[in-house]
């Protein structure tokens, strides 16, 4: 769901300092939601090329969900 990626988005802007665009966050957001699993270490690959300036500021701003 798209309000399970934002708000992976913002977990990883705000706790470990990574500002990420939305796909990027897509592995982070499975996790956190229950909707994938894994039994040992987890790698994830983000990137912050192509995040939008003002979507960045309202997920930061939690005026998104």
Known sequence: ADEAVLEAMRWLALEAKLLVEPTAA???????SGAATA??????VVSGGNVDPALA?????GSLP
């Open 39 to 44: 039994d040992g270490p987890i790698v994830l």
């Open 26 to 32: 897509l592995t982070l957001a499975a996790l956190r």
């Open 57 to 61: 500021a309202d997920v930061l701003a």
